[in-house]
């Protein structure tokens, strides 16, 4: 659905085959990437004037299933994707440096039970994903390529209809001070191989979704 590698190279644009609309960088600083190249990532402040807001023509919208996977640095807690500027549709955040946490939203703006961990290493680069599962019900969170904590939410519809704003949420007091880059987004759930898989695509420039698909399909 998306592939935003989060670069001084490509800044908010989707190199995806959806090609998404770039989204609006304020107060965000490319710094080094995870695999130490110059201005390989965004740096947050941790202020509500640093982030990144991209809108959401409909191909952002995963209602069914859904993968977020990033590269994050967490120094503070803060959105990583947050779908809806304003309030609260499905949302995926740091809520302490070292917890990540998933709120699977439903259409109808009803809250799930969120599902959380506390594996996630402050101040280094983790492998971070969450997904949700239509036809098992499950929604889980991974560090690392690995299956760090799950939930049986029953088959739901998502809401993911809106923009969606990572760093800061309007009228939050609570905006990530950290580095994100390398943000994808999938319409499956895909499985912890293929999260690992997913991670090899931020360190071939150039490459886009169409080659992931072949790279997920036949490892």
């Known amino acids: ?32 990437g995870p695999d130490g190249q110059p201005e390989g990532a965004f740096k947050f402040r941790g202020r509500p004037d640093s982030f990144i807001e991209f809108p959401n023509n409909g191909r952002l919208d995963t209602k069914d299933s859904i993968t977020i996977l990033a590269y994050v640095n967490p120094e503070s807690a803060g959105p990583i994707f947050n779908y809806n500027p304003k309030g609260f549709g499905m949302h995926f955040w740091m809520v302490r440096p070292n917890v990540l946490f998933a709120r699977f939203v439903k259409r109808s703006k009803k809250f799930t039970r969120p599902v959380a961990t506390n594996r996630v290493k402050p101040r280094t680069w983790n492998w971070v994903a969450a997904s949700y599962d239509k036809n098992t019900g499950y929604a889980r969170l991974y560090v690392d390529s690995r299956i760090s904590a799950e939930r049986n939410l029953g088959r739901i ?41 997913a991670r090899k695509n931020c360190f071939k420039p150039g490459w886009s979704s169409s080659n992931l698909k072949y790279l997920l399909v036949y490892q």
């Not at 659905?1 to 600083?29: E, Q």
């Not at 519809?157 to 999938?186: E, H, S, W």
Request: glycine share 8%; net charge positive.
């Open 1 to 32: 659905m998306a592939f935003f590698p989060l670069t001084s190279k490509y800044g908010s644009r989707d190199i995806s085959p959806s090609r998404n609309l770039p989204g609006k960088i304020v107060g965000a600083l490319p710094p080094r």
């Open 157 to 197: 519809k998502l809401a993911t209809n809106y923009p969606v704003r990572m760093g800061a949420r309007i009228g939050d007091r609570r905006f990530f001070r950290g580095k994100i880059t390398c943000l994808q987004l999938f319409n499956v759930a895909l499985t912890s191989r293929q999260i690992r898989a």
